[in-house]
């Protein structure tokens, strides 16, 4: 069966340092991965997703990069974090393909608190 | 701008209750619609999707909701609530022949009073 790790779970982190969350999945091949951040009151919004290695789509201009070097590992990154980028960020992935790849399972997420 | 709304921020039912929480969108053509659900202290999940045909459509612990494409709506129901149902639920659409970008609604938070 697949699984989704996520890591840290937590991470507290001063203004303009730099991040790394790692999120990888085991049990698929090839699959599409993606990383949302939730935040109180306003839902999930997508950052990035990742059909395939080194092809990463950006859907919000911001402080925050995706990196997927390998096919199953999916990274999020910022060279100097903001106070904005607190927050919770889920990784997730799906299917490649078919109906399953509009079906996500998401990770246990990474909160993410900027001082 | 395409979006996904959740009407209900909050809602708090005794035990018994029926539910009905509700799920509007803005996008034309051909949709798939989901809910998912995330427990306290738990991953977020898929409670129930809706991709063609019935649009009645069934999911985990008796769960249901309905797909009404003329009023762009996808209301979550459940004629019984428990107090293990009290949960954050979250209403997503993805839009056919985009990219893959799955919009969520805000969430609909419900506590279950025992």
């Known amino acids: 069966s697949q699984t989704i790790h996520q890591w840290p779970a937590t991470l507290v982190q001063p203004v303009g340092s730099p991040l790394s969350l790692e999120c990888t999945v085991e049990?698929?091949?090839?699959?599409?991965l993606y990383w949302y951040r939730q935040a109180a009151g306003r839902g999930l919004q997508l950052l990035f997703y990742s059909v395939g290695i080194g092809q990463i789509s950006s859907e919000v201009p911001q402080n925050l990069s995706a990196s997927r070097p390998q096919d199953r590992q999916f990274i999020l990154s910022s060279k100097k974090l903001l106070l904005s980028d607190s927050g919770f960020y889920l990784c997730?992935?799906?299917?490649?393909?078919?109906?399953?790849?509009?079906?996500?399972?998401f990770g246990a997420g990474s909160r993410l608190t900027v001082l | 701008a395409q979006s996904v709304s959740q009407h209900n921020h909050h809602v708090i039912l005794s035990e018994a209750a029926s539910l009905e929480l509700g799920c509007n969108y803005s996008?034309?053509?051909?949709?798939?619609l989901f809910w998912y659900v995330q427990y306290p202290g738990q991953h977020l999940q898929l409670l129930l999707k809706y991709f063609s045909g019935d649009p009645l459509v069934k999911g985990i612990k008796g769960f249901e909701a309905e797909f009404i494409k003329s009023k762009f709506s996808f209301n979550l129901r459940k004629p019984s609530v428990q107090w293990s149902d009290t949960a954050e639920y979250f209403c997503?659409?993805?839009?056919?022949?985009?990219?893959?970008?799955?919009?969520f609604g805000t969430g609909t938070r419900l506590t279950v009073i025992p």
């Open positions: 049990g698929t091949s090839n699959p599409n």
């Open positions: 996008y034309g053509g051909t949709v798939n």
């Open positions: 997730a992935w799906s299917l490649d393909r078919g109906s399953g790849a509009n079906v996500l399972t």
């Open positions: 997503a659409v993805i839009k056919m022949g985009g990219a893959n970008n799955l919009f």
